[in-house]
């Protein structure tokens, strides 16, 4: 049996793709910082981070509470990636908690979708590029140059009154 080259492989079936699918969401680290001490536990976390995305996991830096203020979950994520999410206690506070992302995947400005950039989409049309101006050097014709017209204010060589008084001695 012999191998088949990648390029038929890719290009010689006709249902044959050449781009990957797009990202629906990415599991993807946040950083939460502003966690009340009493919600620093796998339920209170869970709860806090399911305002950012799926909760999947924590790390061991958040399990043995080695930072007071930042915890670190790993979180199933759709755009938009929020950057600060927001709960009310039972008592009424409303506790912010500020998020950050140590990475996050390409993300589309046109499309919004995960995975690509905008100079990849499939999707992006890009506007029609203005006509290169015609090139002078293939011409035999001489350009013409432009008239150059004073306003009609000046005449000649002076200034208007106007612009000298700016240089006089004060009276």
């Not at 599991?27 to 919600?39: E, F, M, Y």
């Not at 999410?85 to 995960?114: A, D, I, M, N």
């Not at 890009?126 to 013409?144: Q, V």
């Amino acid at each position: 049996m012999s191998a088949i080259p990648c390029s038929t492989l890719l290009n010689g079936h006709p249902n044959t793709q050449m781009s990957t699918p797009p990202l629906k969401a990415i599991k993807i680290w946040a950083h939460l910082t502003g966690v009340p001490l009493d919600l620093r536990h796998q339920q209170g976390l869970t709860l806090v981070a399911g305002l950012v995305g799926e909760p999947k996991e924590t790390d061991e830096f958040t399990k043995n509470l080695v930072s007071l203020t930042v915890s670190h979950v790993k979180v199933d994520l759709t755009v938009p990636f929020p950057s600060v999410v927001e709960f009310q206690r039972q008592s009424g506070e409303v506790v912010e908690v500020l998020v950050h992302y140590p990475w996050t995947s390409p993300t589309c400005s046109h499309c919004h979708k995960l995975g690509h950039i905008v100079r990849n989409c499939q999707l992006y049309v890009p506007p029609p590029a203005d006509p290169p101006p015609p090139n002078t050097s293939t011409s035999n014709a001489k350009a013409t140059p432009k008239k150059l017209t004073r306003p009609a204010n000046l005449s000649s060589n002076k200034l208007p009154n106007k612009s000298l008084s700016i240089f006089k001695n004060p009276p």
